[in-house]
């Protein structure tokens, strides 16, 4: 249904996408994940025709984004990122005017339906403009679905709704995506788990991982994180760590409770066991191991390798009830 | 592939929501009316200076250039949003992913402005009926003087679209307006120090000296078609300032 391939964006000397290739299939939750500026808005504005791409191809329902133009967008139904609408109109005003300018027969019984659909009906005289913000993101919802369209494009539909909002939002995607075809974007991870049949991840205009959320959890079901407290010099127990086979990235952090004491977060390679070495490397060394705990890695930790190239050398740690239990799932 | 009627009349309803909007826009907005307001009151305070002075003959001759350059001045604020706001608000981006061509877009926009513009015309009737009450009445001056009007206004509206077009900010896209507007006003009087070859030239492209001959009861077609050709050069320009829009984006 939706085809991207080789996309690439340059916005004078600055490349917001770079080769990006992902497709999704009829009746699909297609999630685009990544954080702010990765180049989710771009992707969306690109297969909507708003914009064309610097060199790459994109294809919605079969038609090219760029030389079939009309055809794609008689196709879609777009909610773009800060969903711009037309303050002065009135909530039916302006889903009239969609109507039209989308072309829709009945249009009446149309805009009835979409903005039950999308729970505005009893907004439906109120001037846009008089509007909360989760009202404002039904009605562009509203207009998005209004021409029943194959395919919907959703840049952050729940950005900046109160929780009920977000629920009732994530059910109405949900039961709009069992028909058509949906692209999402967002940076919240549970959000991806709950509604996406797949997930695209997109780190500075990059593909860095595609696969289903239980796939992505997969991924990461045998990987640990080992969070340890030792005594001694910080830097060279760093590099120690680094060096040691299936370690995949090392956190150091201040304070774990006294001088010259710090804390580490390894994360292991793969499902590699790396307890043991880790501790028979501190011991050998003379560092005074004080803790270890170890925990399964969370989707927001895998999503966190994924889209953080360098190693954060510095962060805060959560503080730690002192008596910690060894294991947390 | 569909008839050519049938195309057309889709075309025209894509246009006709884009006016349709547009004009609910002007309507519930109280630039529309302010600047409606100002033309009115500033006309009429001159017509009737106009007639204080013993003007004999029936027809609008004599209010016709204090008109014109007021709609110079006027139109470009109610042109001014047309896409300007569009682009600082984002709609845009919307409004371009409709399934309508970026010329349906600029046609629909421009229309909706015509349309609004020839409301305000509506009360400068009464200058008419005036005219009707205290004399007998030369009906081609006067009619002649609307179709002048109208295209006049047209081709200050196109302008003030283009202008429009350009910017994000609706003040810049006034006195963009504005200036360009009065730009092709004065041309005509630069004319005569061009020197012979240049200067019916310069003085063609005049939107002022083109107007004289409406006030007159004269239409001529170098006239009507100087200024709708105007239209669709700055209608075709704006459609391309929009295209090129999208890949600067």
Not at chain 1, 6 to 18: F, I, N, P, S
Not at chain 1, 189 to 203: A, F, Q, T, Y
Not at chain 2, 42 to 66: C, M, Y
Not at chain 2, 220 to 235: N, P, R, T
Request: proline letters at 4%; glycine letters at 10%.
């Amino acid at each position: 249904m939706i085809d991207v391939t080789h996309l690439t964006k340059q916005y004078g000397d600055r490349v917001a996408l770079q080769d990006v290739s992902f497709h999704a299939n009829r009746g699909e939750i297609l999630g685009l994940l990544g954080p702010n500026g990765a180049g989710k808005s771009s992707t969306m504005r690109i297969l909507t025709g708003y914009m064309p791409p610097t060199s790459g191809s994109a294809r919605v329902a079969g038609f090219d984004v760029v030389t079939d133009s009309m055809e794609v967008r008689r196709r879609i139904g777009y909610l773009p990122e800060n969903v711009p609408l037309y303050t002065e109109m009135t909530v039916r005003a302006y889903l009239d005017f969609v109507a039209r300018a989308k072309q829709v027969t009945q249009r009446e019984d149309t805009v009835e339906w979409a903005m039950d659909a999308a729970r505005v009906d009893h907004m439906a005289d109120a001037i846009i403009g008089r509007l909360s913000k989760g009202y404002r993101q039904r009605v562009g919802l509203a207009q998005a679905i209004l021409a029943d369209p194959e395919v919907l494009i959703l840049d952050e539909p729940t950005a900046g709704l109160d929780p009920n909002q977000i629920i009732e939002t994530r059910q109405l995607i949900k039961s709009l995506g069992r028909e058509r075809t949906v692209i999402l974007s967002t940076h919240i991870l549970p959000e991806v788990s709950m509604i996406c049949d797949r997930v695209v991840i997109i780190n500075r205009g990059q593909v860095v991982a595609e696969d289903t959320p239980d796939g992505l959890a997969r991924r990461v079901a045998g990987a640990e994180r080992l969070s340890i407290t030792v005594r001694g010099p910080d830097i060279e127990i760093g590099d120690a760590l680094r060096g040691l086979p299936g370690v995949a990235r090392v956190l150091v952090g201040a304070g774990g409770g006294g001088v010259g004491v710090s804390r580490f977060e390894i994360d292991a390679q793969g499902d590699a066991d790396i307890r043991e070495v880790v501790a028979s490397t501190i011991i050998a060394a003379g560092w005074g191991l004080r803790e270890m705990r170890s925990h399964s890695l969370s989707l927001e930790d895998v999503f966190l390798q994924l889209t953080t190239s360098e190693v954060v050398e510095d962060f805060q740690p959560l503080p730690v009830p002192a008596m910690a239990p060894d294991e947390q799932v | 592939m569909s008839s050519i009627p049938g195309s057309i009349a889709r075309h025209w309803i894509g246009t006709w929501a884009v006016s349709r909007r547009e004009l609910y826009a002007y309507l519930v907005s109280p630039m529309a009316y302010a600047v409606a307001s100002v033309f009115l009151l500033v006309n009429g305070f001159i017509f009737f200076l106009i007639l204080a002075q013993g003007f004999a003959e029936a027809n609008l001759k004599a209010i016709l250039p204090t008109t014109a350059f007021l709609l110079l001045l006027v139109i470009p604020v109610l042109t001014m949003r047309l896409v300007a706001e569009e682009r600082s608000t984002g709609t845009i981006e919307l409004l371009m992913t409709f399934p309508l061509s970026d010329a349906q877009v600029v046609v629909g926009k421009f229309l909706a402005t015509l349309i609004a513009y020839a409301l305000m015309l509506v009360p400068t009737l009464a200058y008419v009926m005036i005219i009707v009450i205290y004399g007998a009445t030369e009906w081609g001056p006067i009619m002649s003087a609307y179709i002048g009007l109208l295209l006049l206004g047209g081709a200050f509206i196109s302008l003030g679209l283009f202008a429009s077009s350009l910017t994000r900010n609706q003040i810049v896209a006034a006195i963009l307006g504005i200036g360009l507007l009065l730009m092709l006003w004065v041309l005509g009087s630069g004319a005569s120090v061009l020197g012979p070859r240049l200067s019916p030239i310069v003085g063609y492209l005049s939107l002022a000296e083109h107007f004289q001959n409406f006030g007159l009861g004269v239409l001529e077609v170098k006239d009507i078609v100087y200024y709708l050709s105007v239209m669709a050069g700055c209608l075709f320009l704006t459609t391309r300032v929009l295209e090129s829009g999208r890949w600067r984006a």
